[in-house]
């Protein structure tokens, strides 16, 4: 059993238990949404009816995001002309729960709760890494010295 329905100005097909990103709506995460403009439903194989009668897709907001930057590059030649906008285009991801259709209801099943893990406790603080401090200051001088010898060894050898 699917639907197609008409929503933000584009077609979808859908069947229940599908997760659809549409346009953004105007509505909060859990809440419930109707999709009054459906254009064709397929009871069975090869059964495809536009519905004369009321048919209704019903379904639940999962999550409200935007999507991946698209670039959009403006370019004269010759002009000297460069222009960079960036775009991200908002949607609703959509599970379609419900199709129902000439007193017919197809349902999607029941997804399960997740379950909250609890989080770890802390580790004491003795256990945490030490951050090694710099050698002392006169092994540090001592390195110094070396280097400066070494330096003026090989001057000499040249």
């Keep these: 059993m699917y639907a197609v329905i008409r929503a933000g100005g584009k077609q979808y097909r859908v069947a229940p238990g599908d997760v659809i990103r549409v346009e953004k709506l105007g509505t909060a995460a859990d809440a419930k949404v109707q999709f009054s ?3 064709a439903v397929a009871a069975g194989e090869g059964e ?3 519905p004369q009668s009321e048919a209704l897709v019903t379904g639940q907001v999962v999550e409200e995001g935007r999507a991946d930057k698209i670039l959009v590059f403006h370019y004269k030649r010759k002009k000297q002309y460069k222009k960079l906008r960036g ?3 908002p949607f609703t991801a959509v599970r ?3 199709i129902a259709y000439d007193g017919h209801r197809f349902t999607a099943p029941d997804q399960p709760k997740k379950e909250v893990k609890p989080k770890k406790a ?3 603080a003795e256990a945490e890494t030490k ?3 710099k ?3 006169p092994a540090r001088k001592a390195a110094k010295k070396k280097a400066v ?3 003026a060894a090989l001057k000499k050898k040249k």
């Design 149 to 151: 010898a070494k330096k």
């Design 96 to 98: 379609i729960t419900e």
């Design 48 to 50: 495809i009816a536009k």
């Design 37 to 39: 403009d459906v254009l």
């Design 131 to 133: 951050v090694e401090a």
């Design 135 to 137: 050698a002392p200051a």
């Design 122 to 124: 802390a580790p004491p």
């Design 87 to 89: 775009h991200r285009q």
